[in-house]
């Protein structure tokens, strides 16, 4: 079955690095794209970025442009989200999920998210 | 535009139907499908409403989504207890060259 598991919660201080991974399986992983989703404590859905894994281009939203790098590993299926200049509004449940339309809504299968928090 | 328009909560009794709307432009409703996701607390999104208007499976038919120009609803029929959750809409946004999601609308079972 299709699974998509991210790595494990995260404490940066502002201005640091974040990098959170999801490994997929039980699909072929070059046939989807994937999205990173943030959550922020008690809010809405908010889009990160997105990548397409068989050639690795990648769109980013405007807001988050020069701050977040998102890259791809063919060789084990796993996909990264790094966040720099951490900031406090950071502070959210990060969410990777395969999309089955590449300008679609579409996510069918999501991870489990992962926790960052910024705080000093 | 941020967000489409949720109202931020709706609730009903077991048994009812309760509609959850979400209102958008042009450049995302307008011109694109609709998508509603179903959120527990503490866990990841799931997807519940595809294309307007169609449901994965597992998903009973008691859900079901609409369209209309640059607005959508999502309607449960027959309510139950464990149709509380958050319920999200979604659509591409050509503006922001991206997924756009609604606001949100906590669903409480009275």
């Known amino acids: 079955q299709v699974q998509l598991v991210q790595s494990g919660a995260e404490v940066k201080k502002p201005g640091a690095s974040v990098k959170v991974s999801c490994k997929t399986s039980g699909y072929t992983f070059t046939n989807h794209y994937i999205y990173w989703v943030r959550q922020a404590p008690g809010q809405g859905l908010e889009w990160v970025g997105k990548i397409n894994p068989t050639d690795g281009r990648t769109d980013n939203a405007q807001k988050l442009q020069g701050r977040v790098t998102v890259t791809r590993d063919t060789s084990t299926s796993t996909v990264y989200m790094d966040l720099s200049s951490l900031r406090s509004e950071d502070t959210a449940v990060y969410y990777c999920?395969?999309?089955?339309?590449?300008?679609?809504?579409?996510?069918?299968?999501w991870g489990q998210g992962t926790l960052v928090t910024v705080s000093s | 535009q941020s967000v489409l328009t949720q109202p931020p909560s709706a609730s009903g009794t077991p048994g009812q139907r309760v509609t959850i709307s979400c209102s958008g432009s042009s450049s995302n409703i307008g011109g694109n499908y609709v998508f509603w996701y179903q959120q527990f607390p503490g866990t990841a999104p799931k997807l519940l409403i595809y294309r307007n208007n169609e449901r994965p499976s597992g998903v009973p038919d008691r859900f079901s989504g609409s369209k209309s120009g640059t607005s959508a609803s999502l309607a449960i029929s027959g309510l139950r207890s464990e149709d509380e959750a958050d319920y999200y809409c979604?659509?591409?946004?050509?503006?922001?060259?991206?997924?756009?999601f609604g606001g949100g609308t906590k669903l409480t079972v009275l």
């Open positions: 979604a659509a591409w946004d050509d503006s922001l060259s991206g997924p756009l």
């Open positions: 999920a395969r999309g089955l339309s590449s300008l679609a809504a579409y996510f069918d299968n």
